[in-house]
């Protein structure tokens, strides 16, 4: 199966890339290219388990897919589009000075450009606070962090007119909580 990932956001394409190159077999190739649409289309001869297990890998990313005829038939096209972005929100992380550094670090080198810190907040679990943040971008910033063991809880806070995300980080989690991608887009 060919990867091929289409975006303008070349640090997210590259981490995403990443990711699925250390997990599937055969080509992956970024694009930097833009296109509107964010999706996962993906040819007719491509196996029903290589695709589960590329979804797998996004988690918790869940980008609309479909079979297309167009395409090489044992390709697969994620397109990273227009409509996602990652610089129209401010994210403020508070929590932990080390560990929100590192966390701050990982969104800004994944295409988050506006990542701002508030130090020293006693916080007991991990959460993301927002208004008007899309699903799918709250899952981007949830994949950008899990490697680094951050799994929030979501909670709608603002209004749909809001941009920001506040990310409340608490302490390291335990060995095993946060060990399924999926769980990182628990809402409350």
Request: charged share 20%.
């Amino acid at each position: 199966m060919r990867v091929v990932i289409q975006s303008e956001m070349y640090p997210l394409a590259m981490r995403i890339a990443n990711q699925v190159s250390t997990c599937a077999s055969g080509d992956v190739i970024v694009e930097q290219k833009t296109v509107e649409t964010s999706l996962i289309r993906y040819g007719i001869s491509v196996a029903p388990s290589a695709f589960a297990d590329l979804r797998r890998w996004l988690r918790p990313i869940e980008l609309p897919a479909e079979c297309s005829a167009g395409l090489p038939a044992d390709e697969v096209r994620i397109t990273l589009g227009g409509d996602l972005d990652l610089g129209a929100w401010t994210i403020m992380l508070h929590g932990d000075a080390d560990r929100i550094c590192i966390l701050a670090r990982s969104l800004r080198s994944g295409g988050f450009p506006q990542v701002r810190v508030s130090r020293g907040a006693d916080v007991s679990r991990d959460m993301m606070l927002f208004g008007g943040a899309p699903a799918v971008i709250r899952q981007i910033v949830a994949w950008t962090l899990h490697p680094h063991g951050f799994c929030p809880v979501q909670q709608v806070e603002w209004p749909m007119s809001d941009s920001g995300i506040w990310l409340f980080v608490g302490a390291q989690p335990l060995p095993g909580q946060c060990d399924v991608p999926g769980q990182a887009a628990a809402m409350v």
